[in-house]
């Protein structure tokens, strides 16, 4: 049995995935309301975090997935900090089907980024003036799945 190309299946390379760089592309942390805004405050303040995932395709194989992360945390109508990171990675992908390559850039390179991007906005809010924020994991197959049916409402491809 061959895998059409007269090769037997076997012999056909593996899928690879591979990180060729990450950076920070943007990183802007704001604390309007410094110093009155480090003092303790009486309840705890109310964090909002949008994440979105974009990617770009730069060669054949090659492609720049980026994992954006906006914050701000309010206690009432005051703003404690705000924060936006734009954390990029440039993969190499081969041997993987087409069917998949536009969920694995979506789920998995975002997923291998975000313990990075991560650790940037906790030393970020951190050297802000506040205890370091410790975003929870996130489930990149749930807003892969959101942002597919928001695109299918909207009328437009994936």
């Given at each position: 049995?061959t ?52 990617a ?7 492609f ?6 906006e ?16 954390y ?44 370091p ?26």
């Amino acid at each position: 049995m061959t895998n059409g190309n007269g090769t037997p299946p076997e012999a056909a390379a593996p899928p690879q995935l591979n990180v060729l760089a990450q950076y920070t592309k943007d990183l802007s942390f704001e604390n309007p309301n410094a110093p009155a805004s480090l003092a303790p405050q009486q309840s705890q303040p109310a964090i909002n975090i949008q994440i979105n995932v974009g990617a770009n395709n730069l060669a054949e194989n090659e492609f720049e997935v980026t994992l954006s992360i906006e914050g701000k945390a309010e206690s009432g109508s005051t703003v404690l900090f705000s924060f936006e990171l734009a954390y990029a990675g440039v993969f190499r992908i081969v041997n993987v089907p087409q069917e998949n390559l536009h969920p694995l850039i979506m789920i998995e390179c975002p997923r291998l980024l975000f313990p990075f991007a991560r650790e940037i906005i906790a030393s970020a809010v951190r050297d802000g003036g506040f205890p370091p924020l410790m975003l929870d994991p996130v489930d990149f197959v749930g807003l892969y799945r959101q942002n597919l049916e928001r695109a299918q409402q909207q009328g437009q491809p994936s």
